[in-house]
């Protein structure tokens, strides 16, 4: 086997890159779910690439730590795509925590996808190695897998439990430590053995190339960090938030009934009369800053299902309710809101079109630009349709 020793100082420096780069990219989501929807593709993307990239740049710093007393190479394509793969499989777990339920069944898939982006680029990475063939013990490569997964859900775990700012710092600790556990873990069971200088080379990075493109990627990651950090750290910025499973409320103005008055008739576009509705107001609960608010039903456009919780789509906001969506079906009149899917209701007084494309509908919202699409289940398209005079 072919004997190194580590530079200490780079060690430092890689775990450094890690927990910069952990937390720069648990920031970044904090609050995208209330967010349109672009806005949150393009964050999460971001985050993707800054998590990714932090696992990345961590593992090459610390294969820069070692000394060996041979040269070494790096294939070109198996450590950029050790990259790729990382930012991919970080990216998934994203979307399953910004695009899906936060049920405990989806925290867990996207740990595993976390520790899986960890331990995929770990292999990947070091087996781009030229000039060493790196070979693994079993036990060694058992032991990172099952630390990468349990790591990984732990990560996820705390920092998406509550999306408060002490959870943010909680889950930058854990993901970052899971970053360089998997890492050394691997390293210690891993060893090298010198590798004859292939006849025709394959595109490959020298040490120093490797160098410099690993300090431009912690020079992004120490400036998305310090901007990160900036707005985290800024007065009244991410004060404390309502705990909720799988919801992220963030400050909103204060203005609880800021919505237009809905009209009180719908019209039906057949030209037959409106059909007419005396709306009885109901006030809705919806929490903020640990206080508990009220605002009118008349203001809220759609309800929508969060785990055993909802949230209110207001004219400009969307706000947390403690009530679930069985609980707001029977408090709400129901000659305004209808249930249109298992997910959503809908107060048909602010429809403002309604699609039909085959055997699937849906309902939308002009004046609430942060609304999508409200899907409208088969089984309902057909009441719904009674409901707005079609």
């Known amino acids: 086997m072919v004997a190194y020793t580590y530079d200490f100082s780079l060690v430092v420096a890689a775990v450094f890159v890690s927990f910069m780069a952990a937390f720069t990219g648990l920031a970044l989501t904090k609050g995208i779910s209330q967010l349109p929807i672009n806005a949150r593709k393009t964050l999460v993307v971001m985050s993707a690439f800054v998590l990714g990239g932090g696992i990345w740049s961590m593992h090459f710093v610390a294969m820069l730590a070692m000394d060996f007393p041979i040269a070494i190479f790096y294939d070109t394509l198996l450590t950029l795509g050790s990259a790729l793969i990382a930012i991919l499989l970080v ?14 069944g989806n925290m867990v898939a996207a740990g595993i996808l976390l520790g899986s982006g960890i331990i995929a680029m770990h292999f990947l990475g070091i087996n ?8 693994f013990e079993l036990p060694g490569k058992i032991i990172a897998i099952i630390l990468a997964a349990v790591m990984g859900v732990a990560a996820v775990w705390v920092a998406y439990g509550k999306r408060t700012k002490q959870n943010i710092v909680a889950g930058t600790l854990v993901f970052g430590l899971s970053v360089v556990v998997v890492h050394f873990s691997a390293m210690y069971w891993t060893g090298f053995l010198p590798q004859p200088a292939p006849e025709a080379m394959t595109a490959s990075l020298e040490n120093s190339t490797l160098a410099i493109i690993v300090t431009l990627a912690a020079f992004v990651i120490c400036g998305t960090f310090l901007l990160s950090a900036v707005t985290f750290i800024a007065p009244g910025a991410g004060a404390a938030e309502t705990p909720q499973p799988g919801g992220e409320p963030d400050p909103l103005p204060e203005t609880a009934d800021a919505a237009a008055q809905p009209t009180a008739a719908a019209a039906p576009s057949n030209g037959a009369a409106p059909i007419r509705y005396d709306p009885v107001e109901v006030r809705i609960p919806y929490e903020r800053h640990k206080k508990t608010y009220f605002i009118s039903s008349d203001a809220i456009a759609a309800v929508r299902a969060e785990g055993r919780y909802t949230y209110l789509y207001a004219e400009n906001e969307k706000l947390f309710c403690p009530w679930s969506i069985s609980e707001a079906e029977k408090r709400l009149p129901a000659s305004q809101f209808h249930r249109t899917h298992r997910s959503y209701l809908v107060n048909i007084l602010h429809v403002t079109s309604f699609e039909r494309r085959k055997d699937k509908a849906a309902c939308l919202f002009e004046a609430f630009a942060h609304l999508p699409a409200v899907p409208v289940s088969r089984t309902r398209i057909d009441p719904l349709r009674e409901a707005l005079g079609l």
């Open 91 to 104: 990216g998934l777990a994203l979307l399953l925590m910004h695009f899906r339920t936060r049920s405990p």
């Open 128 to 135: 781009g190695m030229r000039g060493c063939l790196p070979v």
